[in-house]
């Protein structure tokens, strides 16, 4: 659901490109258009060759400092990301965090897939598994927030920053009416029957958080672009495995090619008690996110979902 204001927002973020150019040194406006698919953060396509997003739904939050610190992290690795960043987080010329990047070739493979034969879905599927391997390859000796700003912190344990976001994110959703004690009681009862399998991940990775085929652009089923770390942090890779583990697809044809392309088949029982609590608080975090800028019949089923999976794993328990 977007807010009230979303078009004068846009407007002002428009405006604002121009002495943005100038003070990176950029050149001339020629052409500017908006992107109309996503409203999260206004974005716009200057000249062909420069993108301009704008944090205007959570400007107090450090997504833009975050993809900033990856970009930077990954400029010369053979993973697909933009080697032109700026990161303008002045407030000088509009009230947002503004990120500045290259415009990368290549279609967002989700709204391609329809286009794509069954080989074609296969082969980029595979190598978007090749490309999250490449991220894991990346090692923090810290857990937890990259930026070094926002509400969660760096620990020195895996165990540690999961028990802080989840505690952070229980509050947001009390907060909201989300979480009674009652069901509050049962997480946490469900998070220390798991601390034992969270504590085993002693070695800190990049993990993306959202890492989906949405988020991917391809040039002839090749990997060109690998996008949106805003939620990235330094952790267990597993992470990024939630929304990959179960038989059903986001996108018919990708599951199997997409797991085989980072040669992970398989998960052991420990792996899959961890992803249980990643989703978890994922689906906590969903319903928070759904609550405020969703729809109320949205943010209920969010909120059915979450609740749903929290009586099932207290059952198994």
Known sequence: MRTHNHLEIKKLCEQSIAPLMNKYNLGKIRNIEMDTEGWVNPCFFVNKSFVFRFNARDPSLPKYQ???FVFNLLKN??????????????????EFDVLITEMLP??????????LSIDQKIKVSKDAGKHLYQLTQYSFDFFGELSLQGPLPRTTTWADYIKVKLNFHLNEAKR??????????????IFEEHLSELLLVTSSK??????????LLHQNCKITGVLDFEWAFAGDP???????????EDLPNSREAFLNGYNKMEFSTSELKRMDIYQ??????????????????????????ATQQISKLSISE
């Open 176 to 189: 909201l009416n989300l979480i009674e004690d009652g069901i509050e009681f049962r997480i946490w009862k």
């Open 77 to 94: 690795s053979n993973v697909p990301v933009p080697k032109t960043v700026y990161l303008d987080d002045s407030k000088e010329y509009i």
């Open 238 to 248: 597993l992470y990024d495995f939630c929304r990959w583990r179960l038989p059903q």
């Open 66 to 68: 975050r993809e900033f």
């Open 280 to 305: 978890m608080i994922r689906n906590i975090e969903l319903c928070i996110v759904a609550k405020l800028h969703f729809s109320e019949m949205e943010a209920g089923e969010y909120l059915k979902i």
């Open 206 to 215: 990049l993990v993306h958080v959202d890492y989906h085929l949405g988020n």
């Open 106 to 115: 290549g279609a967002n493979i989700e709204k391609d897939w329809k286009n």
